[in-house]
């Protein structure tokens, strides 16, 4: 239920809104909410995040087997729901952070439900970059992966291939030696954009072969990956290669347009927080992968989403009585004086 149909006209102030519904956002929930904060969930439109288009989690801590994503995700969405997060099933579109209430607004028409709260955690996540292929969005989650780390064991034994010719592939492409028998790593240029020690480990490699100048033009197979179709970009020259995985490690995005403009991020789009979890606008918190470039790991996210609600009720408790239309206090944050 949007905030303002409760109130009649004026729209009720929350405490805390949550932005994003992932392993960050519903930590974030459940701290928040169960620390009797008013907390309201805007969960978008993916709701439970990426692990919804993964099948078997095997890394989460205190699951001995694995666990489907979309288990466990709703295991976190119930936890959340269980200590009175208000869970709404709506994307937000645009926001104000220039004054206390912040307000965010789900949808662009005039009449578009409009959120308030005193505090803000932002935790939208961020995405793959894929080829754009059929079969790639077809194969994913049997064969195609965009996170070595999440799926490399599930592959002991196979030929596979990577994509891409920066850090996260040669990374991506040292990490799946471990499990499997081989691994041919493909860049569309003739040469790597990655840092001159990781190409070094790369090509020292007795599992990888590298296929400079080539491009994935096809993924093949029906329920699973059994091949790719390559083209040699100089020659034209095409070929199938038999693999049982494709790894695609091209660049990731985070999901961060709504806040162009109105928070520091640096030049591929993620937010960048200042002191601890908090963002260059007091009051409003980021966590998990739409801040974290590094590990973008499950556990991660939700460990930056308990940090981000613990900061948040902290920098409220802080603040005091904050009347609607306050202009943001920079000041006051915990003992910390962040930004002037
Ligand atoms: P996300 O999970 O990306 O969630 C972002 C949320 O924000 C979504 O709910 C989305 O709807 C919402 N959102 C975005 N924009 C808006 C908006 N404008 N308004 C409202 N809501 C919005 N990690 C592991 O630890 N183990 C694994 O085995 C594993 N396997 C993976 C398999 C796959 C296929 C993928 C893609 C990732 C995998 N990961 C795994 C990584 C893991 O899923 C991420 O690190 C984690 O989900 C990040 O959590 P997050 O909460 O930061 O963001
Ligand atoms: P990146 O540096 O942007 O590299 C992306 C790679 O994918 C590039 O080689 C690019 O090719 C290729 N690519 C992009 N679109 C493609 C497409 N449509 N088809 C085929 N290939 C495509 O991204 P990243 O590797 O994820 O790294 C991001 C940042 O994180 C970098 O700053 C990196 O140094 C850092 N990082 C560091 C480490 C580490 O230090 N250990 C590990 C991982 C990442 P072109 O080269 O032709 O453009």
């Given amino acids: 239920m949007a905030n303002q149909e409760r109130d009649g006209q ?14 960050a956002g519903y930590t974030a929930a459940i701290y928040a ?5 008013r907390t309201v969930l805007l969960q978008g439109e993916q709701i439970g995040g990426q692990l919804m288009i993964t099948s078997d989690v095997e ?15 709703d295991r976190f969405e119930q936890q959340a729901a269980r200590f009175g997060t208000e869970l709404v099933p709506r994307d937000i579109t645009r926001v104000d952070f220039a004054h206390r209430p912040f307000r965010l607004w789900a949808g662009d028409d005039d009449d578009a439900p409009v959120y308030q709260a005193d505090a ?16 790639e969005t077809r194969l994913q989650g049997r064969g195609v ?29 040292l990490f799946l030696t471990r499990y499997a028998a081989s691994v041919t790593l493909i860049h569309r240029r003739d040469h790597f954009r990655a840092s001159k020690i990781m190409q070094e480990r790369v090509r020292n490699h007795p599992k990888i072969t590298i296929r400079f100048d080539t491009v994935v033009e096809h993924v093949l197979g029906e329920h699973a990956v059994e091949g790719i179709r390559v083209r040699n970009v100089k020659t034209g ?7 049982g995985g494709l790894f695609v490690a091209i660049g990731h ?5 709504i806040f162009r403009g109105v928070l520091d991020m640096d030049a591929r789009g993620y937010l960048i927080t200042h002191h601890h979890t908090m963002t260059s606008v007091p009051g409003v918190f980021a966590a998990g992968d739409v801040v974290d470039h590094r590990y973008r790991q499950a556990v991660t996210a939700a460990g930056e989403g308990c940090r981000a609600a613990i900061d948040a009720e902290r920098w409220l408790e802080s ?5 609607p239309g306050d202009v943001v206090d920079p000041r006051v944050y915990g003992g910390l004086r962040p930004l002037q």
């Avoid at 995005?253 to 347009?257: A, D, F, L, M, Q």
């Fill in 59 to 73: 890394n989460y801590p205190g699951f001995i087997d694995p666990i489907l994503g979309p288990d466990l995700m």
């Fill in 237 to 243: 020259a095409e070929e199938t290669m038999e693999v």
């Fill in 145 to 173: 992966s965009g996170c070595a780390t999440c799926d490399g064991p599930f592959f002991q034994g196979r030929a596979l291939a990577v994509v891409g010719g920066g850090d996260t592939a040669m990374e991506e492409a």
């Fill in 253 to 257: 995005k985070p999901n961060t347009e």
């Fill in 319 to 323: 603040q005091g009585e904050v009347e």
């Fill in 33 to 37: 909410a169960r620390a009797n904060l």
């Fill in 120 to 135: 803000v955690i932002i935790a939208t996540g961020a995405g793959a970059i894929w080829l754009g292929l059929e079969g």
């Fill in 10 to 23: 004026t729209p009720a102030v929350y405490d805390v809104a949550i932005i994003g519904s992932g392993p």
